[in-house]
């Protein structure tokens, strides 16, 4: 049941934190709400939320860092970036720091919804997803969101579970952008480059030499695709 489901939100501003809570709240999900970076981790490690809304710009500390220490705590757990920072670079630096999504304000409380539920099905699809897969030397497990690659462990978000679900489910075909975006984000999320961003990212992880792949390749024009 949706109201099972617990949602850690990370904001210090208090009127947009009760519109998110009361929203939220009234589609089932229950909310507990930290106004700084240091009380969201702690709430992170007790609660042990199914999601977390991450606002950047906190009062004690870097949003980034807040987002790269939950992440540590959680493999599988989505992070929601929210901020008014819409450049494309505040976007990577965000995905790099362990984030799923970034919802730029001002938002929609519809549009956030429909991004929570999206994030939330993913996961359930990861844990529902085949226990390993091999790619080339890498073995992949997906739900328990790892790779292991010449001995070596890497951890893999929600997002790239599902991104590389999607591309084993049509290997050896070109996916397009616009396709990569609908099925894994499930809604019109951040841009294009969001995915070329998840593409380096899941390379760096799997391919013995990133910059040379041999398994997730570039189809010039039409996307990517991934040749296990």
């Given at each position: ?6 949602i850690l939100l ?6 947009m ?32 939320p199914?999601?977390?809304?991450l ?19 959680s ?6 970036i ?18 799923d ?13 429909a ?14 997803a ?5 790619i ?23 997002y ?23 099925r ?13 961003n ?26 990517y695709?991934?040749?296990?």
């Open positions: 049941m949706v109201g099972e489901k617990q990370v904001e210090d501003e208090p009127a934190a009760l519109g998110i809570t009361d929203a939220l709240s009234f589609e089932g999900y229950r909310v507990v709400h930290a106004p700084t970076g240091r009380q969201a981790v702690e709430l992170a490690r007790a609660a042990c199914d999601l977390v809304l606002d950047l710009m906190l009062p004690d500390t870097n949003g980034y860092e807040v987002c790269a220490q939950l992440r540590k705590l493999r599988s757990v989505p992070i929601l929210l901020s008014a920072r819409s450049q494309d670079s505040d976007k990577i630096r965000g995905l790099d720091a362990g984030a999504d970034y919802v730029t304000k001002p938002f929609s409380l519809g549009e956030l919804a991004r929570v539920r999206a994030a939330l099905r993913r996961v359930e699809r990861a844990a529902a085949p226990q390993a897969v091999r080339g030397r890498a073995e992949v497990n997906l739900p328990g969101h790892a790779v292991l690659l010449d001995g070596r462990e890497e951890a893999l978000s929600s790239e579970v599902e991104l590389l679900r999607l591309l084993l489910e049509k290997s050896g075909e070109a996916v397009g952008r616009d396709e990569i975006l609908d894994v984000w499930g809604v019109q999320a951040i841009n294009s480059r969001a995915v070329d998840f593409i380096v990212k899941l390379r760096k992880k799997i391919e013995t030499t990133p910059d040379k792949p041999q398994h997730i390749l570039t189809v010039y024009g039409r996307g695709k991934l040749v296990p």
